[in-house]
């Protein structure tokens, strides 16, 4: 179950990524393909207002925190081992 946890962990962390990146460009070449059709007609490219590359939704940092607790869970601690085994050693 850990590797499972552990593969599933880095997935999900690169997928979100992954979504946040083609959203950062899908909204960049869409305001290029305006001007682009503005300047394409001889007219002035009139000043646009900057786009709010900060529109990344809240699935893409869930994504990232559910991802990084399954990596994490994935590691099992070796706090767990020292804390179960203390009572059989003996002295």
């Excluded at 460009?25 to 646009?48: C, D, K, L, M, W």
Aim: hydrophobic share 45%; proline share 2%; net charge positive.
């Amino acid at each position: 179950m850990n590797n499972i946890n552990k593969i599933l962990g880095v997935i999900l962390m690169l997928g979100s990524v992954f979504i946040a990146t083609m959203e950062r460009i899908t909204i960049r070449v869409s305001a290029a393909i305006v001007e682009a059709g503005y300047a394409s007609g001889g007219n002035n490219v009139p000043q646009f207002a900057q786009t709010n590359d900060n529109s990344t939704g809240l699935l893409v940092y869930f994504m990232f925190l559910v991802g990084f607790v399954l990596l994490v869970a994935g590691f099992p601690g070796s706090y767990k081992k020292n804390r179960n085994h203390a009572h059989t050693k003996e002295v």
